[in-house]
């Protein structure tokens, strides 16, 4: 399997809507490609980790590039992996990261995240500052 992070810039004029549209589709999707993982807002930018099968989630990192929500899309970490830091979820995803420590905590699955990408994420968090309500 493999996992995959990146980052991009999202639109500015993103409103909660859109990321109700983004979570609905990805969930679809990834539960029918087989793939799980966590998307992030902080406010400015996106980070997702997505992981499963390779052709799958390269697929899908394509059609995420595609996509006018958002841009400058790069990837932070690629690697293979034997079990899944999400696994359970399409898509996890919580729009309020105000007490992150805990979230986080949640996010990683009961302890099971990988420290790197624990940290990863928290400085991904941190760099939003306290995350905005979607317009």
Same mark, same amino acid.
């Given at each position: 399997?493999?996992?995959?992070?990146?980052?991009?810039?999202?639109?500015?004029?993103?409103?909660?809507?859109?990321?109700?549209?983004?979570?609905?589709?990805?969930?679809?999707?990834?539960?029918?490609?087989?793939?799980?993982?966590?998307?992030?807002?902080?406010?400015?930018?996106?980070?997702?980790?997505?992981?499963?099968?390779?052709?799958?989630? $390269?697929?899908? +990192? /394509?059609?995420? @590039?595609?996509?006018? *929500?958002?841009?400058?899309?790069? =990837?932070?970490?690629? #690697?293979?992996?034997?079990?899944?830091?999400?696994?359970?979820?399409?898509?996890?995803?919580?729009?309020?990261?105000?007490?992150? $420590?805990?979230? +986080? /905590?949640?996010? @990683?699955?009961?302890? *099971?995240?990988?420290?790197?990408? =624990?940290?990863?994420? #928290?400085?991904?968090?941190?760099?939003?500052?306290?995350?905005?309500?979607?317009?």
């Amino acid at each position: 399997m493999l996992s995959v992070i990146y980052v991009s810039v999202a639109d500015p004029l993103l409103s909660t809507t859109d990321i109700d549209a983004i979570l609905v589709a990805a969930r679809r999707n990834n539960a029918r490609d087989e793939l799980s993982g966590a998307l992030i807002y902080n406010g400015h930018n996106f980070m997702q980790l997505l992981e499963g099968p390779a052709e799958s989630v $390269d697929t899908c +990192l /394509a059609t995420i @590039a595609g996509d006018a *929500r958002h841009s400058g899309m790069v =990837e932070i970490r690629r #690697r293979q992996i034997e079990v899944r830091e999400f696994a359970g979820w399409s898509m996890l995803y919580d729009r309020n990261f105000g007490e992150y $420590d805990a979230n +986080l /905590a949640r996010l @990683a699955v009961n302890g *099971r995240i990988d420290p790197q990408d =624990e940290q990863m994420l #928290r400085n991904f968090i941190a760099l939003g500052g306290r995350p905005p309500t979607c317009r």
